[in-house]
């Protein structure tokens, strides 16, 4: 199963949109099994607190882990805002890639820690969207690929199958063709 994780705002008119749209498209196509985790949709709170979390967002932070668990591939799809991820997605990582479910840390013979991935197996595409030039996030050092690819998913064990990265996205929400393209090759 193929596990869509959507954060963007606006999920009917945006350039994020309308790559949901088509890879969902694409994946119906296919008569995959998938389904769609879409963060603003489902009114998610990203922020930890020190308090004990509300019944009702455990319960949904359980039903993303159950998700995850069932998946084989995990796309996400969002923007990137200030060369970062946005604090939903941000948030959503937190709370659901955690301790005990996505890692952990064994004792070794030798006194040792030594990571467990408990994601072994799983695969990842990761799309962005971008408001400045490919040349502009290069200098920054592309924070999200490093936070969300290198720092999240590979270190709980999910191998990153394709990254598509979209820059100089402004006007109509409207995919061009080449990304059309990289979308339809990695499905």
């Not at 990842?124 to 490093?146: F, L, M, Q, S």
């Amino acid at each position: 199963m193929d596990l869509i994780i959507f954060a963007h705002p606006d999920n009917k008119n945006s350039h994020n949109a309308a790559i949901l749209k088509h890879i969902v498209s694409r994946l119906k196509m296919k008569f995959a099994e998938f389904e769609v985790i879409d963060l603003y949709a489902d009114n998610f709170d990203p922020v930890f607190r020190l308090t004990k979390e509300p019944e009702a967002k455990a319960a949904q932070v359980k039903r993303y882990q159950q998700l995850v668990s069932r998946a084989e591939r995990l796309i996400f799809i969002s923007p990137v805002w200030w060369y970062n991820l946005p604090a939903i997605l941000k948030g959503f990582v937190d709370h659901v890639f955690h301790s005990g479910f996505a890692y952990s840390f064994k004792l070794s013979s030798e006194n040792t820690h030594v990571l467990e991935q408990k994601l072994k197996g799983k695969t990842a595409i990761v799309i962005n969207t971008y408001g400045r030039t490919k040349e502009d996030a290069r200098r920054a050092g592309n924070p999200p690929k490093r936070v969300l690819d290198k720092a999240v998913l590979e270190f709980c064990g999910v191998k990153i199958q394709s990254r598509v990265e979209w820059f100089d996205v402004k006007g109509p929400a409207l995919l061009p063709r080449d990304i059309i393209n990289r979308l339809d090759s990695i499905l």
